[in-house]
């Protein structure tokens, strides 16, 4: 008999999302925690650049190395792509952002590495999954959207699509920036009241 997992049940969760990279971190760690499970295979990450994706991976799969430029880095060639023509692949995950590799490959390339590292046993975290989802023909395992609110949600074959969920968070992103700015004046202000 197989035991219930909390991940198990998961329909849709929703949390406000944090302002600042470590508390991004924080909430990352305890998503993590929550709601993945080691046979999760394939993570699509959504929501516009700058909303909090990349910091919210690091603490998901803390140590996992990232392929964007976020912080000045940029592992070229894609590990996912490194050894792709012998289908070899070293590592038990691997991440891309899809929005930034598709600057330097073809949208099926990179499609097909997915499928054949999933294939093998792997695990591939994707940002910006909603552009590279069509082209899988596959919804991920889960599904985490990050604009004003992190939600996330184990999709069924009733969805949600990550279009959808890219669109969600999309929308609640400009008012979590918003706040993020006028902590800032404050901030700002109250130094130089101080000062």
Do not use: W
């Amino acid at each position: 008999m197989r035991s219930i997992m909390l991940s198990d049940l998961l329909m849709y969760s929703s949390y406000f999302a944090p302002r600042g990279r470590m508390r991004m971190y924080v909430l990352g760690q305890q998503l993590g925690e929550r709601y993945l499970s080691p046979m999760d295979r394939l993570i699509g990450i959504v929501g516009d650049s700058g909303a909090g994706k990349s910091s919210l991976v690091k603490g998901l799969f803390p140590g996992l190395e990232l392929t964007n430029d976020d912080d000045g880095v940029n592992i070229r060639p894609l590990p996912l792509l490194k050894n792709i023509d012998r289908e070899f692949f070293s590592c038990h995950t691997y991440h891309m952002d899809a929005r930034f590799e598709l600057a330097f490959t073809q949208l099926h390339v990179l499609a097909d590495a997915v499928t054949k590292a999933l294939a093998h046993g792997k695990r591939v975290i994707v940002e910006h999954f909603d552009l590279l989802a069509p082209s899988l023909g596959t919804n991920a395992d889960v599904l985490i959207g990050v604009g004003g609110e992190v939600v996330v949600v184990r999709p069924t074959v009733f969805g949600p699509a990550p279009q959808d969920l890219a669109a969600i968070v999309r929308k609640t992103l400009r008012y979590r920036k918003m706040a993020h700015t006028a902590e800032k004046k404050k901030t700002a202000l109250v130094a130089a009241r101080l000062h």
